[in-house]
């Protein structure tokens, strides 16, 4: 049997003669390399992958084990790397790719005609050869660990040696792959349009024509019934500007959606995903559950964890540093703890971080999973999610990366109306969110702004006496936005301000800016109730909460000292609602270390309270009255 050094430079050459059918083609617009170490960009982007070149070496090699991964039916592996090099460097650096032979990817045309073959694609992740071995540069020998999930291919390990603004592939591994890469996996729960109904956003390798996508469901204990799914996916040309319409695209594979209907309230259910081959046999997933939304102004324990700004890290420790989201996973590791206890999350923009580079999406939704499978995860559109040049963005920059806002209004359900326009409400028990889309206008006129206004005096306060606005950017009021200045999106305040006070908003939650911030009940710049830790009856404005500290870079605050800020905090965290009953509500500012709370306020009001008249708030004078 030939060796497997032997079957890698076999693989290798076998990738240059693709290769050389890219002649000529380049890579499109070159990815940005940056320096810095979490600061909040995106590591892939750190590699100028449309500059690699081939210096294969007959006398290294890279060889990864197992070769089959999921073989216990595991969406997530363990993978060992082992690297020889005869002239290692400490630059060197090890990725991995995904589709394994990434050489054949069909590069964008470029009149650069200097440098040949290419390498069309970005690695899903990496890490420097001498991550695990101080001697790797006396040696030539390292031994790295990886965790690898399904993404519906195979893959492969490169050593580059040139760092990562200067690389040159030295060898290719072996290939390695799941066990089913086509597996249904990652399930997202999401409130549908109305109380009763939930959905289940999955991702597979089956297009419908291979396989009829369903979920098994029904009440914990009893018969379970089926319902179909919608399959939807997006394509390179989908994309609005670089790196995700170059280096940074990949196969999304496909994306299903199915409607639970008709739930009992406050009930528990179980279900998984199943996929109905054409040959008749079936596909599976795990089994998981979750809990239905009461029933709109029911009476019990109702809890809800809000943040925005979380992004992704990867537990093996991947790409250079480990804290490009230094504290995503303690944000998602705190609310796993406590999920027995959480029956809502809002993630409130700037999800994945992504940035153009689609592989990671499925990194996120993987590392969510336990949350999102089992209490609905609903988000809103961010502007890593959304802005892209000639898009119809709010804001012209390019933060999402040419994502501009198809990959977040895919990969997610929420129930608006246009996903394409990412504003909606839901209710959930006592509590009723009104959702805004910071990426599109929201001022006076606008479509946004008569939807928030609707949205806003839709609430029936005696059912549903917590009345929650929800933005990305601020709208409303921080201490440190553009880190030197105070107060929001001036044209944010100076709409909606006046719709915040006449609807009674209880309290108003933003990104955005990575950190935490709570005011006063605050309008016009002035606080309208004293006290810090607990509000009674008339409180005559609105409680306004920086809560972007999910996990990404934190920002700093500002010189400006403001009269309406109550508690500030530049760390990582998020905040807990629990509502008791109709009267009752606790605030909780928990962080994402140690989860403890740092923050707290709770507000007791009766329903005549809500009615009561405050300042700019009045119900108009008529001459019936």
């Known amino acids: ?9 076999e693989y290798l050459f076998l990738l240059m003669s693709i290769l050389s059918q890219c002649l000529k083609f380049g890579s499109g617009t070159a990815a940005v390399v940056h320096a810095g170490n979490g600061d909040g960009v995106q590591p892939l982007s750190k590699i100028a992958i449309h500059k690699a070149v081939y210096a294969l070496h007959e006398n290294a090699s890279v060889k990864a084990h197992p070769l089959v991964l999921g073989t216990k039916g595991g969406d997530s592996d363990w993978v060992t790397v082992e690297i020889e090099c005869p002239k290692p460097s400490e630059d060197d650096w090890i990725a991995v790719f995904s589709p394994a032979n990434f050489s054949s990817s069909i590069c964008q045309p470029s009149d650069d005609m200097e440098q040949f073959p290419r390498i069309c694609s970005a690695p899903i992740k990496y890490k420097y050869a001498n991550d695990s071995d101080a001697d790797y540069k006396k040696t030539g020998k390292s031994s790295l660990k990886f965790q690898l999930i399904n993404q519906r291919e195979d893959f492969s390990f490169a050593l580059f040696s040139g760092g990562l603004s200067d690389p040159k592939l030295v060898a290719v591994s072996n290939v390695i792959s799941f066990a089913n890469p086509k597996a249904p996996l990652y399930p997202r729960l999401s409130q549908g349009k109305s109380w009763n109904e939930m959905t289940v956003t999955w991702t597979s390798g089956y297009n419908v024509i291979e396989a009829v996508p369903f979920v098994e469901w029904g009440m914990k204990g009893e018969s379970q019934t089926r319902s179909p799914a919608g399959t939807l996916t997006f394509h390179q040309n989908d994309m609005c500007a670089p790196p995700a319409r170059t280096v940074g695209w990949r196969d999304p594979g496909f994306i299903h959606t199915s409607f639970l209907k008709d739930l009992w309230p406050s009930s528990v259910y179980t279900y998984k995903l199943g996929h109905k081959l054409v040959d008749g046999s079936y596909v599976w997933s795990k089994s998981y559950s979750f809990k239905s939304s009461p029933y709109p102004g029911q009476d019990s324990l109702q809890r809800v964890v809000i ?23 303690n944000t998602t590791d705190q609310l796993i703890k406590d999920l027995k206890n959480i029956d809502i999350v809002f993630h409130i923009g700037d999800i994945t971080y992504a940035n153009g580079y689609i592989s990671q999406w ?16 609903m988000i809103a559109s961010g502007n890593h999610e959304r802005d892209a040049p000639n898009s119809g963005s709010f804001y012209d920059g390019n933060d999402s990366g040419g994502e501009c806002g198809v990959i977040a209004e895919t990969m997610f359900y929420v129930p608006a109306e246009n996903r394409a326009k990412f504003w909606y409400s839901t209710d ?65 305040r100076e709409s909606l301000q006046g719709l915040w006070q006449k609807y009674k908003v209880d309290i108003a939650f933003f990104g955005h800016i990575h950190n935490y911030e709570r005011t006063c009940p605050v309008y016009q710049g002035q606080c309208m109730h004293v006290g810090k ?10 409680i306004h909460v920086v809560v972007g500290g999910g996990g990404s870079h934190l920002s700093a605050f500002g010189p400006t000292q403001t009269s309406w800020s109550l508690y500030k905090d530049s760390d990582f965290g998020f905040v807990k609602l629990t509502a008791y009953n109709h009267s009752s509500l606790l605030f909780e500012y928990k962080k994402s270390s140690d989860g403890n709370v740092y923050d707290s306020f709770t507000i007791s009001r009766d329903y005549r309270d809500v009615l009561a008249c405050v300042h700019d708030g009045c119900e108009p004078t008529t001459l019936g009255s």
């Open 533 to 542: 830790s607990h509000y009674s009856g008339t409180v005559n404005g609105t």
């Open 362 to 377: 499925d990194q996120f939704t993987s590392q969510v999973e336990r949350i999102a499978s089992t209490v609905p995860y």
């Open 428 to 492: 959930y028990g006592m509590f009723h969110f009104c959702i805004a889309d910071s990426e599109h206008d929201w001022r006076e006129g606008s479509e946004q702004y008569k939807f928030i206004e609707k949205c806003l005096a839709s609430a029936d306060r005696r059912k549903q006496p917590w009345l929650i606005f929800v933005a990305h950017r601020v709208l409303g009021y921080s201490s440190s936005y553009w880190k030197d200045a105070s107060f929001g999106e001036p044209m944010g």
């Open 307 to 329: 943040f925005g700004d979380m992004g992704k890290a990867e537990r093996d420790g991947s790409n250079e540093y480990s804290n490009y989201q230094p504290g995503s996973l």
């Open 1 to 9: 049997m030939r060796s497997l050094s032997f079957l890698s430079m």
